[in-house]
């Protein structure tokens, strides 16, 4: 800790001799352990050193943070009391002789060979192990400073004999980062497959740089000097590691030369020489190792022979004499790696979203590569665990295979490694999800054994520092004890290297608000506010981190909303920041794995943006809420300018005051020591904010600023408008050189985090060598302009100083258009790329791809909404083509409709026909997502029209404008037309990519889909097959693709009633996606669903049933309680149970589809209307007529909006909607309605399509209830001559309209030909359906009313019980359609005067019907009205 200020003797007495007053003046000292002095009064010293946390709870201390902030403080303070005495006892650090007795700058001599040894401090193993920020830095509570770096370690000693390593420890202060460095450097040496001479001469140089530093300590006190000392040999060390990087054989193709950046290096080392004083020295000689390489591998056929296996091994023979001797021994290993390694980086495959080289290397190998080889596809992204464990970890690399495997060795280890890995379907593992777990630079085997432990240490340790106040750990532990044995395995919290002075009792007061005393529920949210620049992120963070290392949390996220503006931008930030993927803005997906862990106390961190919009606010604030109601133990910190409160929700507000000018003082004296008694005027210059604090004091601490020239800028009128932050931003700004000053305003650019190589093609330094722009960019990072984190490696620029280089750019008329374009163009490269994933069956890959850059993508779709720039067309014209179908799912229908016109602006004012078709097109697209299919038209084919004049008839993208332009007359129900294209597109397609490319089976496969919706059932399965046989000859007999096709035949022969293929293509298609992707996946949920339709159909209600609830439970819990799919299963096991009369128990699936659709689509979707009428059918049957009439009138006006007053859709919603009039006895209202649905069928299908005969029927329906019965009998004989037409006088279908016309004619009293066609009706229904089938029992059923009504009741009650004989052996004596055979019974009974028999058997179905179906169904209604003649008729005989 640090001493006090205000009694510095205080700290230098040990406590052993403190007196209680003592004891009392330190906790004085400690504004956050002042409290405790009543507590504490008359301890001593002595006393105070053997507390224990046991202790304090006794004594009346009840906070657990409070408990360990105090003995943490006091153990720091022994600790760096024990380590001054020790400084004290030693002469001086270990050092040897220096290697010139002159103890000025001396020019070094490029040699691996020193005078006299000079010595080096490794990195410490946690670091060497990249995990550094758990054990060199964390947040102390009190009076808190960054952790100090362990001074021991190794050194590099140069010497005589060349470089060695020996122990060390000692290195202070800024040579200790030096020594990190170049310790590093020389593992990379060390490690160097070629170049290494060249490797050696730098670091020898700069390590005899070292030397002359730890000889001299004037320079090391030369704070530029060693920071220009400390980029040169951070400049060197990157140099070194390509020569043993993975691709340091494919660099050969990229890197021009390698002796240009040698001798950069050199020159630079040199220069520093010079700025410590000292006269030039000759420049180092280079050997072209890598042009030696290059040209032996040119010689050889390039990389194509190292490829080739018969010329491979001559290639290596010929090879060694260019590498090291490291790299002989091994040559044809690391050859091999290095092909596997280009191939799978040239390859678009789901590997490239994998950051672990090794990992991705082995994902590609084993999924990727050998699919690539055999059927041309690019892999799969979505891998059984299964498959998972038959590669891994043995397919990893030989030694890296060992390691691991001695970590994870049997089921129980494989088991915690899935639950550490998953983060969606628990049955599959993705590459996202490795990307996740498995960093990149870190050893994977420790890497592993972290991820099977992290669940157990947790649990460990939160069994003894539990939320409720346990305590700590162990008697006298301190919070950095615990720190470092509890860290979760991966969080997506920023990286915070330190807690700038000031901003401990902020932490601490966050920290007490999360955490209150026992007694106190903690609170769900905290609104965490302040000014722009006050360090919010940065004191939730360092919160985070306190509370999970103190198990108090078992993990932390990050959601970062800067730029984000509408809904689905804020839900697709939120699954990014648990890393859960989804192909939709549907967070579904989150709120399942959230549930999945609720048992488990986690942290969030939302930072908002100041600028933050009601609208943003909104989509924010009911996402946390969600989040908090899924996971109870979940606490979100929501870093605001302003409070935010979240109605129903114990949401609690801490505000952040300004520092004040002493904390504000400290800050700059203690980063810039020499302004001393001038800190308090600096202080007030920068306004109370740590951010200006820190920026002015590294200036000042750097000599890039001397404090004159800051105090007189941001005391300049220029500026006084100015915030104080925004002041010294701008002067911090100004004293760039003009090289630094244009790369930072250009940086500006970036709305968000950005990669180097990002940076460097916005600057236009792709030509220079990498470590040019890293030198660049670390320079501006010590500025504290950006902020870099090692983890994602990535950099952001503060909001503060983004918006200051705006201004500034502005004022000095920069537009930086050429740069903005290049920004454009860059990641319009990008998007190509995740597109690309995409279209190779890998959304979630791509969507991954996307989540790392969707600030910048979102924002070049902003700058072209607000006019995209005339050079930037062509991008924007490639992202409406290309990327669209990624892009499409992160935008909102409003974000995508003003892309495309804005871009279709531009390209009508720059004559574009091209770019004008193209985005056209894509606003078609837009208007058809919307549903919108009438409007989407007539883009679509001005699109077609435009394209075509441009490119020709036969260019590949006037197949796709015909395919996109078919999709919406399809759904019009212009099938003619939409056929047409379909041909159309496929003729393209087969000439240019061939006939069997996938492409052209997907054509076909939409073709075979419209033939379908046409009737042509034949046709259609032609084409099914074909497009089956390509599939599995171009993807192998197991692809999912495969299995699509097979489901897709399937359905077709289950309309064509041939339903044991239908089964058999059912089961074939489950079992190829079951062993594809396990047997939980969605994909299988639909297949299971398709088969349950089909055993529904074929009377296999019970079988039927089970598949419908293992598909709902399949979709539950892969996709979560609240999504579509979910909703679709909702429907058919209502549309089951429906068909089974199970009315009632049909009617809450339903009304939960309709629900989840509302919550999905927003209230006017053609899905909604779906819903609305499936709910509608059902209320229809249990005669609930009002508020079935209801709904229908609400799908109806949906409908009419979305697809055209004249679509089908709107026809049989009409349909129903008079059928409910009928019910409420309003059969005149309910006549226009059909007459205008069957206008609509005739317009859209023509008057003799099986369509109008449906149509037809309806309307004789409401013709006979007003005893229309001429025209009504006219109409149903229309319809069935269609039916016999189209579908021959056995079919079914046809059965289904005699049927009709037999109770038309019935109610007309046309008794001879009714029975006659109830006769035939039974005929063909037995022929074709079988003797026992439930069709047949409802006709037995029928024509036993027929026979009552022309009085042949012997006849009429044979008939009657031949129905109730089917349905007792179909569906049991309990079901309601048993009940209604029974009812005809019973009334052909009575009307042979069986007045008993009548009862008894009216009653039993009575009661049954009331019971399933409700006293307001018309089947209840009949058997009461039966009953109730029964008793007229005892009462007349009585």
Known sequence: MGKSKSVPDLACKAMVSWTSEDVKQWLKEHESLNKYTKQLKGTTGKELMKLTDDILAQIGIKNPLHRMQLINTRDDLIAQQQEDTAVKETDSPIMT???????????????????????????????????????????????????????????????????????????????????????EAYGFWKQAYYNASNCEALVSCAAELQGLVLANSSLAARPTLMANLLEAVTEVKEFIATFSERGWLSRLEKVSSDKEEFCRLDRLLISVAVEGGNQPGPEQEYTDDTAELRKQVDALGGMAALQDPETQLLALSDLEQFVSARARAVLASLVAQEVAWRQSSLQTGPHQV??????????????????????????????????????????????????????????????????????????????????????????????????????????????????????????????????????????????????????????????????????????????????????????????????????????????????????????????????????????????????????????????????????????????????????????????????IQIPGVDCVTYELEDLGVDNVAQILTSIAPQIGDRAQELAEACGGRPLAAHMVGTALASGTAQLEEVLQAVASPAVAHLHPLDRCIRYIVSTLPDEFLHALLMLSLFPGSFERRAAAELLGMTSIALSKTRSLLRILTTCNLLQYSSTSERYIMHASVRACCRSLARELGLTYESARVTFIEYYTKYLAKAAALLAAQAPVSAMRLFDREHQNIHEIVRWASQGPLEEALPFYSDILWESMPLLSGRLDLLQREVFCKAVYEQAVEQKDRVAQGRALWQLGSVLGDQGQFKNAEVPLRDALALLESELGSDHLDIAKACNGLAVVLFRLHQYQGAQDLYARAYDIQSSKLGPEDKEVATTMNNTAGLLKAMGKLADAEVVYRTVLDIREKELGPDHVDVAASLNNIAVLLKTSGQFEEAEEMYNRSIAIKEKALGPNHPQVALSLNNLAALLRKMSKGEQAEKLYMRSLSIREEALGPDHPQVAASYVNLAGLLKSENRLMEALPYFNKALDIRERAYGPDHPDVSAAQISLAELLKDLGKFEEAERLCRSAINILEKSVGEDDVNVAAALSLQATCLQGLGKASEAEPLCRRALHIREQAYGADSPNVATALTALADVLKEMSSFEEAEALARRSLVIRERSFGSDDPLTATSLNNLALLLKDANHLEEAETMCRKCIDIRQRV?????????????????????????????????????????????????????????????????????????????????????????????????????????QRNMG
Request: aromatic share 6%; hydrophobic share 40%; glycine share 8%.
């Open 354 to 643: 994998i950051r672990n080289p090794e990992v991705r290397l082995w994902w590609w190998r084993s999924f990727g590569s050998a699919l690539l080889q055999t059927y041309g596809s690019l892999g799969t992204e979505e891998i059984t665990w299964e498959r998972f464990w038959s590669s891994f970890p043995k397919g990893l690399e030989d030694e890296t295979a060992s390691s691991v495997a001695q970590v994870i060795y049997n089921k129980h280890t494989k088991e915690l490694f899935q639950a550490a890995i998953n983060r969606g379907n628990p049955n599959l593992v993705t590459p996202v999800e490795l990307e996740f777990s498995l960093p990149r630079n870190i050893n994977l085997a420790q890497q592993c054994q972290i991820l099977l432990n992290w669940e157990n240490s947790y649990k460990t340790l939160s069994r003894s520092a539990s939320r409720m106040g346990s305590g700590a750990r162990s008697s006298g532990s301190t919070l950095s004890a615990v720190a470092e044995e509890y860290r979760p395995v991966v969080n997506t919290l920023p990286e915070v290297t330190q807690l700038l002075l000031g901003q401990e009792r902020h932490c601490q007061g966050l920290l007490d608000v999360l955490q209150p005393d026992q007694g106190q529920g903690a609170p769900q949210v905290v609104s965490l506010c302040g000014a722009p620049g006050a360090g919010k992120v940065n004191i939730a963070v360092m919160a985070a981190e306190t509370l999970f290392s103190n198990t108090l949390w078992c993990n932390a996220y990050f959601a970062d909303m800067e730029r984000v503006e509408t809904g689905v931008e804020c839900a697709f930030q939120f699954m990014a920041a648990f890393a859960v993927t989804a192909d939709t803005s549907d967070t579904c997906n989150l709120m399942s794995w959230i549930s999945r862990w609720s048992a488990y106390p986690m942290g969030l961190i939302v930072h908002c943006p100041p600028d933050m919009t009601a609208r943003l606010l909104k989509h924010v604030t009911h996402n946390v809420e969600k989040m908090i109601k899924t996971h109870p133990l979940l606490q979100v910190v929501l870093c605001a300018s302003e409070p």
């Open 1329 to 1433: 359906l079988g003797e026992n089938s439930l069709e047949v029992a409802t006709t037995w059923l029928n024509l036993g009313g027929v026979l009552r009504a022309a009085g042949k009741l012997e006849e009429a009650e044979s008939a009657c019980r031949q129905c109730l004989d089917i349905r007792e052996r179909q569906l049991g004596s309990q079901h309601t359609d048993t009940a209604a055979a029974q009812i005809g019974i019973g009334a052909v009974l009575l009307k042979q005067g069986r007045v008993d028999e009548a009862k008894t058997i009216l009653s039993k179905a009575a009661t049954l019907t009331f019971v399933k179906l409700g006293e307001r169904h018309q089947q209840s209604l009949d058997a009461m009205n039966w009953l109730a003649e029964c008793k007229s008729t």
């Open 97 to 183: 002789k220096p290697s010139s007795p002159n103890p000025s700058f001396v020019v070094p001599q490029h040699s691996p060979k020193g005078k006299g040894p000079i010595l080096m401090s490794s990195i410490s193993r946690s670091q060497m192990n990249g995990t550094s920020n758990s054990s060199s830095s964390g947040f102390s509570f009190g009076d808190t400073t960054l952790r100090r770096h362990s001074k021991e370690g190794n050194m590099v000693v140069l010497g005589d004999d060349g470089l060695s390593v020996v122990p060390m420890k000692g290195v202070q202060g800024k040579a200790f980062s030096l020594v990190e460095v170049i310790t």
